[in-house]
């Protein structure tokens, strides 16, 4: 990694992973593996951001550790990339296997239990499919009809326009809310 640590993929130590480092590579990973309009790329620490915005929409009483957890959802992808679903289910088990590693080390590292309440997930689940219809009518080409059939239809959430940044000013934006984030944590006592 750029901040010096060495991160082993196959048993992935909590003690290596540093929020740098993912929002270095988050705000550098292209959603819909860069095919989008526009001249930059929509990356995941952009989806990232907003996928925390639309829990907060979804569950507003929500502790702030489940807002972190959704910022951190797509965590994994730092080091791994970000793979289109249909070919996640090709590789199988070995994948989620490294995946599950990656995302329990990150939890960890960050105060957070290692595998998240099943209502947590699907809260989270929710918001980013919200995040992938807004995505893929906005940039990736779908229309209403097919992205609401693959994703269902956002609701509770607010209508947003998808406009992609640069990466340094994702990350910076990326880091400044993980900031937020862990400064209201710390002071919830990590509840």
């Known amino acids: 990694m750029l901040s010096g640590r060495r991160l082993d ?8 992973i540093e929020i740098e480092d993912i929002a270095h590579g988050l705000a550098r990973v292209a959603r819909w593996n860069g095919q989008t309009t526009g ?8 989806h ?10 979804l569950r507003p009483d929500w502790p702030v550790k489940w807002r972190l957890a959704a910022l951190l959802h797509d965590g994994p992808e730092f080091v791994i990339g970000d793979m289109i679903s249909p070919f996640k289910s090709a590789l199988g088990h070995g994948y989620k296997t490294i995946e599950k590693g990656l995302q329990r080390a990150i939890h960890l590292r960050f105060g957070l239990p290692a595998d998240l309440p099943e209502a947590v997930e699907k ?3 929710r918001a980013d499919r919200a995040s992938a219809f807004f995505e893929a009518t906005q940039i990736a ?3 209403p009809e097919e992205a609401a059939q693959l994703f269902g239809p956002p609701t509770g959430v607010p209508a947003t326009r998808i406009l992609t ?18 400064t209201a944590h710390d002071r919830a006592g990590g509840r």
Do not use: N
């Not at 001249?39 to 952009?46: D, E, K, T």
């Not at 990232?48 to 639309?54: D, I, P």
């Open 123 to 125: 809260a989270i689940k």
């Open 39 to 46: 001249p930059l790329p929509f990356s995941v620490a952009q």
């Open 48 to 57: 990232s951001l907003l996928v925390e915005e639309f829990c907060v929409a």
């Open 165 to 182: 940044e640069p990466a340094l000013d994702v990350q910076k934006a990326y880091l400044e809310r993980f900031a937020g984030l862990m």
């Open 141 to 143: 080409g779908f229309a």
């Open 9 to 16: 993929l196959l048993d992935p130590s909590p003690v290596d």
